[in-house]
């Protein structure tokens, strides 16, 4: 049986978690409600926050567990990609506690954590499947052979999904964290009243950042000739607008799909928490006779349960750090 400690610091979530012979027992996760004043994360802030919450947090996940430190046979953490000052904090942590009990140290790649989410409940996905990865700072379709093993079929060229609804988000006049905000008014509204210009990509990678300066023009002619047009069609523009990124997501996925030739789909990442793309992959898995995983709500954002069951599969590969291994905040897949 193996007992793995997770930790999460990459961002503005301090999160732990403990999994047991592959079961996640808990997720403890920390937010810092501080950046929204600032409409974004503060690097500085967020890691003053992690030093401040780490030790805590680790403690409640250990005692709800009923877990002694003795009893651990791993340490798994995000070694990046994410803020740097904030990935020092959790993986100096994690060494710390590991060379002090002389058990191994795993270090997990963060967007591999949000697909191997997905073998935290059940049903869980068989390999080889396709895994569409849509976060604040990254957007990816990947094949995904086995834990140790996963493809980049395409991928963002500039901008992340996230960021395009976070920036439209602001340019409506909606508070941090913009998505959800869009995602919640977007039910009121009418997903077809207006048109926004997409860029096209080859193959199956995404662009961006087109469609945000598209929607930053038509807000700013429309405003000059009506200046209470945002908030006359607010809900018709979040529904137009998530509607557009959606699309662009998944004619993408599809296309992946029919290439790889696999029924077996999967979302994972902050931004598989909307509910309009969860919609869209249901409808397409009726279409095309996919098997579509989704996870619970709390496993799509930032959290330690994924980088706790990335450590016990990785544990069974014995897929091992070093206390000399150096925090990667841009690193590579």
């Not at 995404?206 to 469609?211: A, E, V």
């Not at 996925?253 to 696999?262: M, P």
């Amino acid at each position: 049986m193996a007992v793995i400690l997770g930790i999460e610091s990459s961002c503005d979530e301090t999160s732990a978690s403990v999994c047991i012979n592959g079961k996640v027992i808990n997720n403890e996760i920390a937010s810092q409600a501080i950046h929204e004043q600032y409409g974004g994360v503060v690097p500085e802030l967020a890691s003053r926050e992690h030093q401040r919450n780490i030790v805590p947090v680790v403690d409640h996940v250990l005692t709800h567990a009923d877990i002694n430190v003795k009893d651990l046979d791993g340490i798994a953490y995000t070694r990046g990609p994410g803020l740097l000052g904030a990935l020092l904090i959790g993986s100096s942590f994690a060494k710390s506690m590991a060379a002090s009990l002389n058990i191994p140290l795993i270090p997990v790649h963060h967007m591999k954590a949000h697909v191997l989410a997905h073998f935290i409940d059940d049903p869980k996905p068989s390999y080889p499947f396709i895994c569409l990865t849509v976060s604040g700072g990254h957007t990816q379709i990947l094949r995904v052979n086995s834990a140790t093993d996963m493809i980049i079929l395409g991928q963002t060229q500039d901008d992340a999904v996230g960021e395009a609804f976070d920036k439209a988000a602001k340019l409506l006049g909606l508070p941090y964290p913009g998505g959800p905000m869009i995602d919640k008014l977007s039910k009121e509204g009418d997903p077809h009243k207006f048109q926004f210009a997409q860029s096209e990509m080859p193959d199956l990678d995404y662009s961006f950042s087109g469609i945000k300066t598209s929607i930053l023009y038509f807000l700013r002619k429309q405003v000059q000739r009506d200046e209470n047009f945002i908030e006359q069609n607010l809900n018709d523009l979040a529904a137009s607008i998530q509607h557009t990124l959606i699309k662009m997501l998944m004619d993408k996925l599809v296309k992946a799909a029919k290439q790889e030739d696999i029924k077996q789909i999967a979302i994972a990442g902050g931004v598989s928490a909307n509910s309009g793309l969860r919609q869209a992959l249901e409808q397409e898995a009726e279409i095309n006779g996919w098997d579509i995983f989704i996870p619970d709500f709390q496993y799509c954002t930032d959290n330690a349960g994924m980088i706790a069951i990335s450590g016990h599969l990785l544990h069974e590969h014995e897929a091992f750090g070093e206390l000399t291994d150096s925090p990667l905040p841009r690193m590579p897949f």
